[in-house]
């Protein structure tokens, strides 16, 4: 009889994580207190970037969030509350903004990025989802914006990842759905994007073929543990035990408190970010669009058009805040020449889990014996989602992992 894995967590991160275990014999079930699916896998920026695979934290980036703060649309906002948890986590987050840190975690989670960029080049071959790898253009608004292209392309290229400064003239010729507003681009090569929910629920529907069991609407109360090691989860909604030899905590923005009730810390904030779905209409773009000065990204989906943005501290949160919402809708519009209508429109916001290095977890989880954990991807859960997932089966089956994981152990904090 084949080992049971229990992957708490829908999302990209836990599909990921089940489809690689069953890749490698285990039984799986998967169970998610909504829909597989519907978290930030639903509504995130899709793109698949090791060129953006960098931590948050970073020189300046406390003085840069200090002045947004004082903006309710800017891209960045604490919303303000009293909670000794998010101190905690500032704190840390700022010990972390220097250039060393900084440097030694682009490195690894660059790594990680085009580890799963082959993944993805493998999976898009044998599972239907949409998938392009057509580059990545970042676009600057201002003369003084654009004067970035050229450290922004070095920085690039010493990590591998070849990108081109464009004039005014080039960026527009390479998309010309831009607006003459541009002053310049950045093209990076190598990146791609795709539709986040269409590639989970293709995992997703892999895994059932197989035999695995996708538990729905179903909130984990708790792992269940003995003589330190798992036994199952405790599912809800109807109240049953699920027995299990591994237990992987998934589950994004909501780990935390599974893990707390096992007397394990993880100190992660969620982070929220929206984003404005739309039927991509004539003239649409046809590549990605990053707007470094408003952290704004527009993504072509096949029929569809994503704006999407922000990064807003406030807690297990999910209300839309319409001010945040629609700064990113305008700044996603005022980069495109045409004057278009939002039809079908689908607003939307989700939690990005945050760790105060701004790397993931992926490690298991020490004193408990069968327990793995996966979360704190921030904005590249999506494009780290395949390695991740390969990492948690080497992990449950005691292989060498196919990259480092030092970077990314439970005891670092």
Same mark, same amino acid.
């Given at each position: 009889?084949?080992?049971?894995?229990?992957?708490?967590?829908?999302?990209?991160?836990?599909?990921?994580?089940?489809?690689?275990?069953?890749?490698?014999?285990?039984?799986?079930? *998967?169970?998610?207190?909504?829909?597989?699916?519907?978290?930030?896998?639903?509504?995130?920026?899709?793109?698949?970037?090791?060129?953006?695979?960098?931590?948050?934290?970073?020189?300046?980036?406390?003085?840069?969030?200090?002045?947004?703060?004082?903006?309710?649309?800017?891209?960045?906002?604490?919303?303000?509350?009293?909670?000794?948890?998010?101190?905690?986590?500032?704190?840390?987050?700022?010990?972390?903004?220097?250039?060393?840190?900084?440097?030694?975690?682009?490195?690894?989670?660059?790594?990680?990025?085009?580890?799963?960029?082959?993944?993805?080049?493998?999976?898009?071959?044998?599972?239907?989802?949409?998938?392009?790898?057509?580059?990545?253009?970042?676009?600057?608004?201002?003369?003084?914006?654009?004067?970035?292209? *050229?450290?922004?392309?070095?920085?690039?290229?010493?990590?591998?990842?070849?990108?081109?400064?464009?004039?005014?003239?080039?960026?527009?010729?390479?998309?010309?759905?831009?607006?003459?507003?541009?002053?310049?681009?950045?093209? !990076?090569?190598?990146?791609?994007?795709?539709?986040?929910?269409?590639?989970?629920?293709?995992?997703?529907?892999?895994?059932?073929?197989?035999?695995?069991?996708?538990?729905?609407?179903?909130?984990?109360?708790?792992?269940?543990?003995?003589?330190?090691? *798992?036994?199952?989860?405790?599912?809800?909604?109807?109240?049953?035990?699920?027995?299990?030899?591994?237990?992987?905590?998934?589950?994004?923005?909501?780990?935390?408190?599974?893990?707390?009730?096992?007397?394990?810390?993880?100190?992660?904030?969620?982070?929220?970010?929206?984003?404005?779905?739309?039927?991509?209409?004539?003239?649409?773009?046809? *590549?990605?669009?990053?707007?470094?000065?408003?952290?704004?990204?527009?993504?072509?989906?096949?029929?569809?058009?994503?704006?999407?943005?922000?990064?807003?501290?406030?807690?297990?949160?999910?209300?839309?805040?319409?001010?945040?919402?629609?700064?990113?809708?305008?700044?996603?519009?005022?980069?495109?020449?045409?004057?278009?209508?939002?039809?079908?429109?689908?607003?939307?916001?989700?939690?990005?889990?945050?760790?105060?290095?701004?790397?993931?977890?992926?490690?298991?989880?020490?004193? !408990?014996?069968?327990?793995?954990?996966?979360?704190?991807?921030?904005?590249?859960?999506?494009?780290?989602?395949? !390695?991740?997932?390969?990492?948690?089966?080497?992990?449950?089956?005691?292989?060498?992992?196919?990259?480092?994981?030092?970077?990314?152990?439970?005891?670092?904090?």
């Amino acid at each position: 009889m084949s080992q049971r894995a229990v992957v708490v967590g829908g999302g990209a991160i836990g599909i990921a994580s089940a489809f690689y275990l069953s890749q490698s014999g285990w039984q799986v079930t *998967v169970i998610d207190s909504g829909e597989i699916g519907r978290g930030c896998s639903y509504g995130n920026a899709c793109l698949i970037v090791p060129s953006h695979s960098h931590p948050l934290p970073a020189p300046g980036v406390m003085g840069e969030g200090l002045r947004f703060m004082l903006k309710k649309d800017s891209p960045f906002y604490i919303k303000p509350r009293f909670a000794p948890d998010l101190m905690v986590w500032a704190w840390n987050f700022w010990r972390h903004c220097n250039a060393e840190a900084y440097e030694r975690g682009s490195r690894a989670m660059a790594e990680l990025s085009r580890a799963s960029l082959d993944l993805f080049e493998e999976l898009s071959r044998s599972h239907d989802f949409f998938y392009q790898r057509k580059g990545l253009l970042h676009v600057y608004l201002t003369d003084k914006g654009a004067e970035a292209a *050229v450290p922004e392309r070095d920085q690039l290229a010493a990590h591998g990842l070849p990108a081109r400064v464009l004039s005014q003239k080039e960026t527009l010729e390479l998309e010309p759905a831009l607006s003459d507003r541009i002053r310049g681009g950045l093209f !990076i090569e190598g990146d791609a994007h795709g539709f986040s929910y269409g590639y989970v629920r293709a995992l997703a529907d892999a895994l059932e073929t197989r035999g695995a069991t996708l538990l729905t609407e179903r909130p984990v109360k708790g792992v269940l543990v003995e003589r330190g090691a *798992v036994k199952g989860v405790l599912a809800d909604s109807p109240r049953e035990e699920i027995a299990a030899d591994l237990v992987v905590l998934a589950a994004g923005s909501w780990t935390p408190s599974l893990a707390k009730s096992l007397d394990l810390r993880i100190p992660l904030q969620p982070a929220k970010g929206y984003s404005s779905t739309i039927d991509a209409y004539p003239g649409c773009p046809a *590549v990605p669009i990053l707007i470094p000065e408003t952290r704004v990204i527009v993504t072509p989906l096949a029929e569809r058009l994503r704006f999407g943005g922000t990064l807003e501290l406030a807690g297990l949160d999910l209300s839309l805040d319409e001010a945040r919402y629609q700064a990113v809708v305008r700044a996603g519009r005022e980069v495109l020449r045409e004057s278009f209508e939002m039809k079908n429109e689908e607003a939307w916001c989700g939690l990005r889990p945050f760790l105060p290095d701004g790397l993931p977890i992926i490690d298991k989880a020490p004193g !408990i014996e069968g327990l793995i954990v996966a979360t704190g991807h921030a904005m590249l859960g999506f494009t780290q989602s395949p !390695i991740t997932g390969k990492l948690v089966a080497e992990l449950a089956d005691g292989k060498a992992p196919s990259v480092p994981v030092d970077a990314y152990r439970f005891d670092r904090f």
